[in-house]
């Protein structure tokens, strides 16, 4: 795998797999949050259903107390002749009762009237001497005028339920979940295979079964939101992952140029070009890595004239060895030899060589011995012919051709205004 795709990948790693990730997140918790707005509304929907009811049975008082004192009616609740209270009750509705009812201490139906859609009841006792009571139970609330108050209200749909009896429904055609869910908290229904979401409240009187309360909403209300919400998630990722690819296009070529034109200078180095350096840009790592690149051309090059310089020095002292051979290996040559290496060997401006018995051989030098230079090497020899005790032998050895003196001297330098000698 090429370093171009090796980036590519890790840019996907590291770029677009997170965004990804996160665009997942994101779609999970878009549905939760709308999910807990409108189960929120519906909630809130719930509670306010319930506040109209209580406000509708509390508006059914006057009616109560107003039946609840009616002597005939009494009378039948105290002969506990049922018949007698259900006609009772049939002539005490008018005017705005809708329904009442007439029900034992045991919650057994004693009598009825008016239309069974009632809902909201007030209830009340109706005190007679004897054994036998009563619970009236009234109200002066439809179920469907109820129902439809609470979605004009709350924006919810309605149901209305009590017992087994199906009382009123604000959805098209009247319809109702089936089968009909348990009173208690949040619940997804099916009606008519719509899914709704709603919740489902039971309101218990003092007689009577209870009346179950249900604030509903389809599911298409807020799932259009979420997909509308994904959809948006999904275009601002495509663009931020499309902005990635873009940008990691753009580094990897610009990290890809970088590294060839390294590779490019380093295969110059290679064939021996070192003239042309590494263009440098900016004040990165990249930079910094091309000047210690160019430093290092400009050394190498440096060492490589350096390596020629010393090959030709090496060919000329081969050429002066060849030389000194050709003329027979006399001494004035073998000595000449010597002092021009001794030169070049120290890089030298001038050298000489002097006999310490005359006739040995003839003096040499090499260069101009004038000026400042022709002083110093002056007194450098005349501190190598100081004559002194520990080295009187070893000059006397030399002047009698004897190889055996000891050889205890040193090298002697001399000094002056920006020169030197040995």
């Known amino acids: 795998m090429s370093f171009r795709s090796r980036l590519r990948l890790f840019f996907a790693l590291i770029v677009i797999v997170p965004m990804v990730a996160l665009g997942i997140v994101l779609f999970a918790l878009t549905a939760r949050s709308e999910t807990g707005k409108a189960d929120a509304g519906i909630a809130a929907g719930a509670r306010a259903a319930v506040g109209v009811?209580?406000?509708?049975?509390?508006?059914?008082?006057?009616?109560?107390r107003r039946m609840v004192r009616d002597p005939d009616l009494r009378q039948a609740v105290a002969a506990g002749r049922r018949r007698v209270a259900g006609r009772r009750l049939r002539g005490l509705i008018v005017?705005?009762?809708?329904?009442?009812?007439?029900?034992?201490p045991s919650g057994v139906l004693l009598a009825r009237a008016g239309s069974r859609r009632g809902v909201a009841f007030a209830d009340g006792p109706i005190e007679v001497r004897g054994p036998r009571r009563g619970i009236l139970s009234v109200s002066v609330t439809g179920a469907t005028d109820f129902a439809d108050r609470v979605k004009a209200l709350t924006g919810l749909d309605a149901l209305l339920l009590r017992g087994s009896d199906r009382l009123a429904s604000t959805l098209a055609g009247r319809r109702y979940p089936t089968p009909l869910p348990r009173s208690g908290g949040l619940t997804d229904v099916d009606v008519a295979g719509e899914q709704y979401r709603g919740r489902f409240v039971p309101i218990d009187g003092a007689a009577g079964p209870p009346v179950r309360l249900a604030t509903i909403t389809p599911r298409a209300s807020f799932a259009q939101r979420i997909a509308s919400n994904r959809v948006v998630i999904?275009?601002?990722?495509?663009?931020?992952?499309?902005?990635?690819?873009?940008?990691?296009?753009?580094?990897s070529r610009a990290l890809t140029g970088q590294i060839g034109t390294f590779l490019e200078a380093a295969q110059r180095l290679s064939r021996g070009d070192f003239r042309k350096l590494v263009p440098l840009q900016g004040n990165d790592e990249f930079?910094?890595?091309?000047?210690?690149?160019?430093d290092m051309s400009l050394q190498l090059e440096e060492k490589m004239e350096e390596i020629e310089r010393k090959r030709q020095e090496?060919?000329?002292?081969?050429?002066?060895v060849g030389d000194a051979l050709a003329t027979g290996l006399d001494r004035d040559g073998v000595v000449a030899l010597a002092v021009r290496q001794a030169v070049d060997a120290c890089e030298a401006e001038i050298g000489r060589a002097l006999p310490l018995a005359h006739g040995a051989f003839s003096g040499c030098s090499v260069g101009e011995v004038a000026g400042d230079l022709k002083k110093v090497i002056e007194t450098a020899e005349r501190d190598v012919f100081v004559v002194r005790a520990d080295v009187g032998s070893e000059l006397l050895g030399a002047l009698e051709?004897?190889?055996r003196a000891g050889r205890t001297r040193r090298?002697?330098?001399?000094?002056?205004?920006?020169v030197h000698a040995v």
């Open 411 to 418: 090298a002697v330098s001399a000094h002056g205004p920006g």
């Open 314 to 320: 090496l060919a000329e002292t081969i050429r002066r």
């Open 287 to 294: 930079a910094d890595l091309g000047r210690e690149f160019n």
């Open 401 to 403: 051709g004897d190889d």
């Open 95 to 104: 005017g705005v009762v809708v329904r009442a009812e007439l029900w034992s």
């Open 234 to 251: 999904v275009l601002v990722t495509t663009m931020f992952v499309l902005l990635a690819l873009i940008s990691g296009a753009v580094v």
């Open 53 to 64: 009811y209580r406000e509708e049975a509390e508006r059914a008082r006057p009616a109560l």
